[in-house]
């Protein structure tokens, strides 16, 4: 009874370090344990501040942002296909986000970010020079961004590489096609 009671906790044991491995991801190479845990504050902070100011789950949604010759774009899906209720979120926030962003209001990235981002001044002091699309995907949707002015652009890029700092969506912060 003994030895069972002990692969018992080992099992259970184990079942909890994969847990907390799980909340707790690896620690970056060259960083100490404390800039770790307030790395890990700073993300879970911009979850729930995301959540609110998406009106979605920022854990069942991928985001991605891309730079391209003329701007750029914002894409966020449903990491679950079936996710029909997310689906639908993502594609009303991203219609809204074009809307809001055509009419130079960038108040949603600072209600995620709880900062106002990198070119969000000069887009919005250029906003006639931008136009700002939005396309339903099937999965969620996109908002595509485009500007012939080559300030605005340098701007656009601005905002996403921050958005891809901060997302930590490991997307190119070079100019795709």
């Given amino acids: 009874m003994k030895t069972m009671a002990c692969?018992?906790?080992?099992?259970?044991?184990?079942?909890?370090?994969?847990?907390?491995?799980a909340q707790h991801p690896a620690m970056?190479?060259?960083?100490?344990?404390?800039?770790?845990?307030?790395?890990?504050a700073r993300d879970n902070e911009l979850k729930k501040r995301g959540a609110a100011a998406m009106e979605f789950d920022q854990e069942t949604t991928a985001h991605h942002f891309r730079l391209t010759s003329t701007g750029g774009w914002i894409e966020v899906v449903t990491k679950d296909p079936a996710d029909v209720a997310t689906r639908?979120?993502?594609?009303?926030?991203?219609?809204?986000?074009?809307?809001?962003?055509a009419r130079g209001n960038f108040a949603k990235p600072f209600e995620t970010h709880g900062e106002i981002p990198p070119g969000v001044a000069t887009m919005q002091a250029r906003n006639d020079t931008l136009a700002f699309t939005y396309e339903a995907l099937r999965d969620g949707g996109i908002v595509r961004i485009a500007t012939t002015d080559a300030t605005t652009r340098n701007a656009v890029h601005d905002f996403l590489r921050y958005q891809i700092r901060e997302h930590a969506t490991g997307d190119p912060k070079t100019i795709t096609r």
């Fill in 88 to 101: 639908d979120q993502i594609r009303a926030h991203l219609r809204e986000i074009a809307a809001d962003f």
């Fill in 28 to 40: 970056p190479s060259g960083m100490t344990h404390e800039a770790h845990l307030a790395q890990i």
């Fill in 7 to 21: 692969a018992l906790t080992i099992v259970l044991a184990g079942g909890t370090l994969a847990v907390l491995r």
